[in-house]
């Protein structure tokens, strides 16, 4: 009897002490330093909003889009709010696992979102990411080893320049390489790069009928050129290389070039790290001859909320506060101008404090303007993305071709037979997956 | 001359042995020393072994960040339930199959070993609807009892092992003096296989506190134990070792004292046996 009323008792407390509970938020994000400085600052936001509680999971890259694919797919209901990439915000949109970010406020200024940004996380109009920081691919490169071989680097330069330039630049001798790329393989690894560069320089992944296009002329012009380019002005094991290498071989001084992305301009030019700060210039991904068409990359990381999510409201004041101009101002008042997360507004490019204190910004914005991703190259293409192809198949596929082009750049295959086993495993694949007989 | 070549193999399988120990310890060396440097230090090349600027920043940016001792007590209370467990379900098992075999008794271990060939990314969408619908994502109990399943054919195996090395008719004895099974068990059979037990406990504790897939898998915040502790300070833009590696020192430290303290129970267990 004594235990009847004691749990009586108890399930009459339990509503009301969850009533009186605030809103707890799951965030899954990744271990970027604008993710984590958002992570810091976010005791603002929930002064304002004492009746939500926010718990963070940050985890790396990979592991975070596993667990969120997971999650989302079998509409788990572990996260609030995730962290996902240009990549995945049309496709789950499509698949209706995400909830469309209409009312984010009055004074929120949806216009001011970057068009090429908008664009990429909108599907028929609606959006449905709302974007953290964005960033496009440039040219980062050393003005002192450029003055000293008598080169000018122009804006936008061409392939055949960037050649040119990085075999003279290359002293091997004093581990001096011309020029530093990607050459890891994965989809978003040296395939970003490769893709980039092939979109730049005429190719496409696909036809208008979905047939994979590897035995074209233009991928073999652009996977030869980077394999040559690569053997004679790149640093040894480039193979292994990916951004965070690549980085650190830049910022020690050992890359004349490294074409990247633009968020990687803070980095290289913070007297903290890089050794090199001093003398870094900025350039437009490179063109084709007269092709006029930039590698077209385009990545951001914005904030969605799953369809399955039960606190879609409370998650919607979030994500409106983490990427509003509100949020800019709160970064830039406490951690200055140059670490306010870029790349998402058109606002933040005419505001002079900034320009002042990010001398790379001009060039992100021109970089990240020329992208467009629902025409990524200069022939008809069937999908959206700029440095990837927005459907669900090309995780895989796009890993497996990026072993076949790293095999190459490591010698261990031809060009030639890297795209013939490029162009017959995504052949394969596209047939499994049912868009070509 | 016979003492001579003795001495000079002892010599030689010193230093191999000293050799594999070093190159096997290294690589905790290494992340242990670049936990103290920046970020910058940890990328330089050539690298500095012990001439830098030591400094414990990472620690203090590490501890500012997470919540360390949550994931601490995570980790201890997945893989020591995990462990309990499994050793509740295993000794019986491993008893019966070594003290009363059958003609299926050895397919059944292989069977039994088999579940561990699958890669375990091949069953993730399975069980992780059966831990949505029964409530178990992100639960500490979820893990203990998938990480029990996963566990298990190396416990009952090694056990089973121990188990054959112990003469039945110790037991005949017990059961003759009219000792019951679980007596059996408790008093005649578990003293005798202590050294088995406990190596295979460490073994199992060492395995769960490593777990890497279904811990990051299965878990969000409120269960995540060390592995995702460290999972959060590997980033894919900018620099990071410095961090990453005071993260890991953090998360490995337990696990290798008490490897540390327990190395002898270990060696014996895992030799038990193997001299006759």
Not at chain 1, 24 to 52: W, Y
Not at chain 1, 271 to 297: C, I, K, M, R, Y
Not at chain 2, 214 to 235: E, H, K, M, Q, R
């Amino acid at each position: 009897m004594k235990l009847k009323s004691v749990l009586l008792g108890a399930s009459f407390l339990v509503p009301c002490g969850t009533a009186a509970q605030a809103e707890t938020l799951t965030i899954a994000t990744v271990n970027n330093g604008d993710m984590i400085r958002m992570q810091k600052l976010s005791d603002h936001f929930t002064e304002k909003h004492p009746d939500i509680d926010l718990d963070w999971v940050t985890l790396e890259e990979n592991v975070l889009r596993q667990r969120v694919t997971t999650d989302i797919a079998t509409e788990g209901g572990q996260y609030d709010i995730m962290t996902i990439g240009a990549y995945e915000t049309p496709i789950w949109a499509e698949q209706d696992w995400l909830a469309p970010l209409d009312g984010l406020g009055e004074d929120y200024d949806v216009d001011d979102l970057l068009p090429a940004v908008r664009d990429a996380l909108s599907v028929d109009g609606t959006l449905y990411a709302a974007p953290f920081y964005g960033e496009s691919a440039m040219i980062m490169y050393r003005t002192d080893l450029f003055e000293e071989a008598g080169l000018e680097m122009p804006d936008s330069p061409t392939w055949s320049f960037i050649a040119d330039a990085a075999r003279q630049i290359t002293d091997k001798e004093n581990e001096v390489y011309g020029i530093c790329l990607r050459g890891k393989a994965g989809w978003g690894e040296n395939m970003a790069f490769v893709t980039a560069l092939a979109n730049s320089m005429g190719a496409r992944w696909f036809d208008m009928d979905w047939q994979p296009q590897f035995d074209s002329e233009e991928w073999k012009n652009a996977v030869q050129f980077y394999v040559d380019l690569m053997n004679d002005a790149g640093p040894p094991g480039a193979s292994s290389n990916g951004f965070n290498e690549n980085l650190t071989l830049f910022q020690s001084g050992k890359c004349g070039m490294w074409i990247d992305a633009t968020v990687a301009a803070s980095f290289v030019t913070n007297p903290d790290e890089s050794t090199v700060a001093d003398s870094v210039g900025f350039a437009q991904f490179p063109t084709h001859q007269d092709l006029d068409n930039h590698g077209n990359w385009l990545w951001v990381w914005s904030l969605a909320i799953p369809a399955s999510s039960e606190k879609i409201d409370a998650a919607k004041q979030f994500i409106a506060w983490a990427t509003s101009k509100e949020y800019t101002e709160l970064v830039a008042s406490e951690e200055g101008w140059a670490n306010v997360p870029p790349g998402t507004r058109t606002s933040l490019y005419e505001n002079e404090e900034y320009l002042e204190a990010a001398p790379f910004a001009d060039e992100t914005l021109e970089a990240m303007n020329a992208a467009n991703t629902t025409n990524s190259s200069v022939q008809e293409v069937p999908y959206s993305g700029g440095q990837f192809v927005a459907i669900p198949e090309f995780q895989g596929i796009g890993t497996a071709v990026g072993q076949q082009f790293s095999a190459a750049l490591a010698g261990q295959v031809s060009v030639d037979q890297a795209l013939q086993s490029a162009q017959q495993l995504t052949e394969r694949e596209m047939t499994k997956s049912g868009y070509i007989d | 001359m016979a003492r001579a070549v003795s001495t000079r193999r002892k010599w030689i399988t010193t230093i191999v042995a000293w050799t594999i120990g070093l190159a096997l310890f290294f690589p905790i060396l290494w992340t242990f020393l670049t936990s103290f440097k920046t970020e910058g230090e940890a990328i330089a090349t050539p690298p500095s072994l012990m001439f830098f600027n030591w400094t414990l920043e990472n620690y203090v940016e590490v501890q500012a960040r997470s919540n360390y001792l949550k994931y601490f007590s995570n980790s201890i209370i997945i893989a020591v339930g995990s462990t309990i467990v499994g050793l509740l379900i295993a000794v019986p098992a491993a008893w019966a199959m070594a003290f009363s075999p059958t003609k299926r008794t050895k397919e059944i271990l292989l069977w039994m070993l088999s579940t561990k060939m699958l890669p375990a990314v091949g069953v993730l969408v399975p069980i992780y609807l059966l831990f949505r619908d029964a409530g178990l994502l992100d639960s500490r109990i979820g893990l203990v009892g998938v990480l029990t399943m996963v566990n298990l054919p190396i416990i009952v195996w090694m056990l089973y092992t121990y188990f054959r090395e112990i003469p039945g008719e110790i037991l005949e004895a017990a059961r003759m003096d009219g000792a019951s099974l679980a007596k059996e068990i408790v008093y005649v059979l578990t003293p005798m296989a202590l050294p088995g037990i406990a190596s295979t406990m460490l073994l199992n504790i060492i395995l769960a506190w490593n777990e890497a897939f279904w811990t990051l898998n299965l878990t969000a915040s409120s269960a995540a134990p060390l592995t995702a502790f460290i999972a959060a300070y590997s980033s894919p833009e900018g620099l990071f070792w410095a961090k990453l590696s005071a993260a890991s020192t953090l998360a490995v430290a337990p696990i290798l004292i008490m490897g540390w303290f327990s190395q002898r129970q270990l060696i014996r267990g895992l030799t038990f046996g193997a001299v006759k």
